[in-house]
């Protein structure tokens, strides 16, 4: 891979914030931080969109998948070159991704680096990690799962 999971990391807060990028933040900031629009918002929107798919019943993500929660993930696997640069047998696998995908607001990347033989696919190595680490960081952040948000409801006078 030629881009490392922060800036992986970077690519999809920048997807889930309808394309807004913002400065990189490792803790929880109590000023608010603008951003700067470096993507459509409807394309972002629509990535996002195409990303929770991974995590349904037949895509590649699904040991990520969070009971209650949207997630939008992409799974990964990579050969990686040895001395010469030949491929020297191993891998990394990756899963990226946001959460809830209903309204981002934390993004998470997982590399592993030359998982055992026969289990190199990020499928079926980081995207259950994806899945353990999310989880009670959303529970931790306080943001209630997708089933269990308040509807909107719009005021009509009448």
């Known amino acids: 891979l030629r881009v490392t999971p922060l800036q992986l990391a970077r690519a999809y807060a920048t997807l889930g914030a309808c ?10 900031l109590s000023a608010p931080v603008y951003g700067e629009q470096v993507a459509d918002p409807k394309l972002a929107d ?6 929770e798919s991974d995590v349904l019943p037949g895509g590649s993500g699904v040991r990520a998948a969070v009971p209650g929660y949207r997630l939008a993930i992409k ?11 030949k491929y020297d047998g191993g891998h990394i ?5 946001v959460a809830p995908a209903s309204r981002p607001e934390v ?3 997982v590399v592993i680096n030359n998982p055992k033989a026969g289990q190199h696919f990020g499928g079926s190595v980081a995207a259950p990690v994806f899945g353990q680490i999310i989880g009670p960081v959303l529970t931790r952040l306080k943001i209630a ?3 269990l948000r308040a509807p909107v409801v719009h005021r009509q006078s009448g």
């Open 19 to 28: 394309g807004v990028y913002h400065p990189l933040s490792v803790t929880r």
């Open 46 to 51: 629509a990535v996002i969109r195409m990303m």
């Open 93 to 97: 696998t990756y899963t990226a991704g």
């Open 107 to 109: 993004a998470l990347v």
């Open 75 to 85: 799974t990964g696997t990579a050969e990686k070159l040895g001395a010469g640069g």
């Open 145 to 147: 799962p997708d089933a």
